[in-house]
Every structure is written in C-alpha cells, then in structure tokens.
C-alpha cells in the first residue's frame, strides 16, 4: 500500500529555545532563508507523500500562514528581480494538500500523534519530527530510505542512529534483532533510559512510519515518563504483538531543538550553499 500522508506532531512548547518561542512555533525557525518545517515536508514530498497533515497548538499560526499564499507581499515584488525567491515555496505548496488539526493539552508525542488520527484514518502514515533536520547528500532522504522498507516488511518502523552511551536519557532507546545490515526487529525499547539502563546505545530520531493500528493502542497507553503519553511505549506494545522495525538511516541528523543543533546544521547548510 502506497503512503500518502506525513504527519508533523507541532505543538510542542520548544522550552529549550525560549524566549524566541514564546510567540513563534519552534518549527519555524530558520535554518538560512527555510523555517525547519519545509525542510521536513521537502522531505516528504521526494518520499512521494502529498498530504501533510500538521498537528498544531496555540501560537502556531505561523505554520498556517507559511504555507499559504501571502497576497499583499506576493503582488508587492511580482516582477521584481526578487520575485524567484518565492518560487521554490510556491511549487511546494502547489504539489500539496496541507491538513491541520490543534492538540489542546500538550500531553507528549503519543497524544500528538494520536490527535492526528481525524487526519490520517486507517492507512500506514510516516511521521515528522521538524526540529529532526535530516540531510543526506550522497542519495535519497530517511523517508525514502523507511519507505523502501516499509514496502518489504510491512509494519511500522522507527529510524535509529548511534549515539554515545552518556546521552540515552535524551532518546527512546531500543535493542533488538539485527535482521538484515542495520535493520533491527524491535525487542525493547525505552524512553530516555539513564546510560546504566539503556539497552544499547541506538537511539530513536525524528522519523517514523506508523501502521494504523498503533492509534487504538495509543488510546489505552498510559501517560508514561514525564507523565506525558510516550510513543516509544504504544510502539513496545505493537512490538510484543507483532513486529516492529529500527533501521540505522544514511545521512546526517541534526537536533535543531536543542541550540547546539541548530547551530551545526545552520553552519553545514552554510558551507554546503556556499560550495554550490
Ligand atoms: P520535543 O520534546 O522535542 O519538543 O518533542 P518540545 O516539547 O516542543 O521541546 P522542548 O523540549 O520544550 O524544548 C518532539 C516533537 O513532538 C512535538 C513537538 O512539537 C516536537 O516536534 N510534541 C511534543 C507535540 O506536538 N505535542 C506534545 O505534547 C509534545
């Protein structure tokens, strides 16, 4: 079965970038002349996916507003020599449906996900955290790469990446069965585990394709770490009674949600841009 949707859990509060998000989403800062949101539905569009369906919270308008047309401006400088620098968000724009519904209560990344089912019903979905910048420039992006996997496998897959042991407790862990190069069949997983109880040292990053099924079991998952409903525990569920996957992803990663992270990726794209 095709994927047509991604979803992007977007109401997070962005604490650790206050107080530049007090009144902006998180998934709208820049990285050079891009909010971190379009890099991610870029991202979605090469893995052939059209509808984007963002879930939202208050202060989040912004979002809206970058994907839609802005009239005033856009007559402001048509046929102006800076006209063209519009024109890559307009083609994006046209080749997608953007779809929205608001998380009222910030309950953690399970409940956001789990407010996206009206948006999504009962397909396989691929999932966007923004503030994850993936870019891999040797060849096709993380969700391409999940995306062939899914079409082998069929089941909801999560990306993981190595990460050094002392920095688990920042990250849904998992340990698993190595069933083909980088490919693990799920067997634990935890959420931000201390070092000494982290299973291994591969850590979930911000891709995910989901099967249907894991919204009924959202709704029974309780509120777990941080009394927030994890979506590392709804997958552990779907992993006890049937299969999930972890697949090592080709490219670079970079956690634009911390300002360290934000900081190296605007520096790399910097560099990338300025040898182009
Ligand atoms: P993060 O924990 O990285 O985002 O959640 P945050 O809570 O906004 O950031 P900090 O820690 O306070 O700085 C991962 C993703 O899940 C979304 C966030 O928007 C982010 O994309 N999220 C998280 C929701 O949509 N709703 C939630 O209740 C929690």
Not at 37 to 44: D, S
Not at 196 to 204: T, Y
Not at 238 to 259: E, I, N, Q, Y
């Amino acid at each position: 079965m095709k994927i047509n949707k991604c979803l992007f859990p977007a109401a997070g509060y962005g604490t650790r970038f206050l107080p530049v998000t007090k009144a902006m989403p998180k998934e709208m800062l820049p990285i050079l002349t891009k909010p971190l949101i379009q890099y991610g539905v870029e991202e979605a569009v090469e893995a052939g996916m059209h509808t984007m369906a963002i879930i939202t919270g208050r202060g989040k308008r912004a979002i809206e507003d970058h994907f839609d047309i802005s009239y005033e401006l856009e007559h402001q400088i048509q046929g102006s020599s800076k006209e063209h620098l519009l024109t890559e968000i307009r083609a994006l724009i046209s080749k997608c449906t953007f779809t929205y519904t608001r998380q009222i209560e910030m309950k953690g990344l399970g409940d956001a996900i789990l407010k996206g089912e009206v948006l999504i019903g009962k397909e396989p979905f691929a999932v966007i955290l923004a503030d994850d910048l993936c870019i891999n420039e040797e060849g096709s992006g993380v969700l391409t790469q999940m995306l062939k996997l899914y079409q082998k496998y069929k089941c909801s897959i999560v990306a993981i990446m190595e990460v050094p042991i002392e920095e688990t407790y920042k990250y849904g862990v998992i340990d698993g069965k190595e069933l083909e190069d980088g490919v693990f069949m799920v067997t634990e997983m935890v959420e931000k585990p201390e070092p000494s109880e982290a299973p291994s040292n591969l850590a979930i990053i911000g891709r995910y394709i989901l099967t249907p099924d894991i919204f009924s079991v959202l709704k029974s998952t309780k509120p777990g770490k941080n009394g927030e409903v994890q979506i590392t525990d709804a997958l552990m569920t779907l992993a006890r009674t049937g299969m999930v996957l972890a697949c090592k992803f080709k490219g670079k990663r970079f956690d634009c949600g911390s300002v360290e992270g934000y900081v190296e990726a605007t520096n790399y794209l910097y560099n990338l841009e300025r040898e182009k």
